[in-house]
């Protein structure tokens, strides 16, 4: 599996790069299955469009702002640089956690139940991920160390891990599942704790393979820190689990 250009087609010389096209469908396709689904959890589509419009661009500064804070070294007294988004440089983990960190603070000014919207909003969002992650397929990134499996990705004619894809095939399954559970749910965060225990748990494996991980010391950051959110979340399940069960027997 070769990596194809990672440029798409240019415009007055400006190329434009197939990763920006997939993040940017990515978010206009979890954004509409959102506006589409957000009655069923009592929102209206207007109410979607306007967390999008303020959480996306946050997710965004979060991504930048916590892979330059860790690789401090290389953006230090830079700041054309550590703005330059064209130069790459975009982590997960930190656009999740603005932008799930500013929509609770939206639904607090807007009086909107947070666990209800981030379980509307977390199955498309992991579809946005599975869709995205083939940004660094074209970019010959974020790939595992040397394999010689058939479904390797070659970059300059080596074979490595396609990382990319185990994630991306992940995340999809995880859509799947996370709608079904939404429209069985028994109490509000179910979803949004299952995806965070899932995801978590996936990352950490596939993390492990990977040769590009920011670090913390001698370990991979996101190996510890999505241990810490299976455990912060698998304790926040049991809690709300069992409030919930007690909300029935009366």
């Known amino acids: 599996m070769p990596t194809p250009n990672p440029v798409a087609f240019s415009i007055f010389g400006l190329d434009i790069m197939w990763y920006a096209i997939l993040i ?41 702002a916590y892979y330059v804070l860790f ?17 790459g440089g975009l982590a997960v983990h930190g656009g999740l ?8 603070l939206l639904c607090y000014f807007w009086r909107v139940r947070p666990l209800n919207l981030m379980d509307l909003c977390v199955p498309a969002i992991a579809l946005a991920q599975s869709i995205g992650r083939w ?11 040397p394999t010689d499996l058939p ?18 095939i992940w995340c999809f399954l995880l859509f799947l599942f996370l709608l079904y559970i939404d429209q069985h749910r028994s109490f509000e965060g179910q979803v949004v704790l299952l995806y965070g225990i899932l ?8 993390e492990a393979l990977r040769t590009d991980s920011l670090m913390i010391g001698p370990f991979k950051q996101a190996q510890v820190l999505n241990l810490c959110i299976v455990v912060v979340c698998v304790i926040c399940y049991i809690v709300l689990k069992k409030r919930s069960d007690r909300k029935k027997m009366f």
């Open 135 to 145: 940004g660094n397929y074209f970019n010959g990134e974020a790939h595992g160390g």
């Open 97 to 104: 956690l603005l932008g799930f960190a500013v929509a609770a």
């Open 199 to 206: 995801y978590s748990l996936e990352r950490f494996f596939v």
């Open 71 to 87: 690789n401090w070294e290389s953006y230090s007294g830079d700041i054309v640089k550590i703005l330059n988004l064209r130069g």
């Open 24 to 64: 940017t469908a990515a978010i206009i396709l979890a954004a509409a299955i959102c506006y589409y689904r957000a009655p069923s959890h009592g929102l209206t589509g207007d109410q979607i469009l306007s967390f999008v419009i303020i959480c996306v661009p946050a997710a965004i500064i979060g991504a930048r």
């Open 151 to 168: 479904w390797a990705v070659i970059i300059n004619g080596q074979t490595y891990h396609p990382t990319f894809l185990y994630e991306s």
